[in-house]
């Protein structure tokens, strides 16, 4: 099947793949070939591209949507980083900042929210790495 990542600023990646993990905003999910077509919206976290048994490409992804149609998985997502490039101790300051911020209206405290769950996928990616 054929794995294509596509940000804002360009595609990522298009590439043939074995399996295609990713984080859902309620879960992960796994496609194999074969997969029933389906459309979903992307959480933060991890996605492992698995393109053969010795090697598989890691990504931090921010939000967005997924397709799976014909053996092609889209991912549209608003940021993808490679997993080598993340740092765990700016992902931790981005935390404790996040978790020290005052917030007095509904929207700030969705904004929060979203950093530390933002910081948190950051920092497990930083640990697996």
Do not use: W
């Amino acid at each position: 099947m054929q794995c294509i990542v596509v940000t804002p600023e360009q595609t990522l990646y298009d590439q043939p793949a074995e399996f295609v993990a990713l984080t859902l905003y309620d879960g992960e999910l796994g496609v194999a070939p074969g997969h029933a077509p389906m459309i979903g919206r992307l959480g933060y976290g991890e996605l492992r591209i698995r393109r053969n048994a010795q090697a598989t490409d890691r990504y931090y992804i921010e939000g967005g949507f997924v397709e799976v149609l014909d053996d092609v998985v889209s991912i549209l997502t608003q940021r993808a980083i490679p997993a080598d490039k993340i740092d765990g101790a700016v992902a931790r300051e981005q935390l404790h900042a996040a978790q020290s911020r005052r917030a007095a209206t509904a929207e700030a405290v969705a904004v929060r929210e979203r950093v530390v769950e933002q910081s948190r996928a950051q920092l497990r990616m930083s640990r697996n790495a």
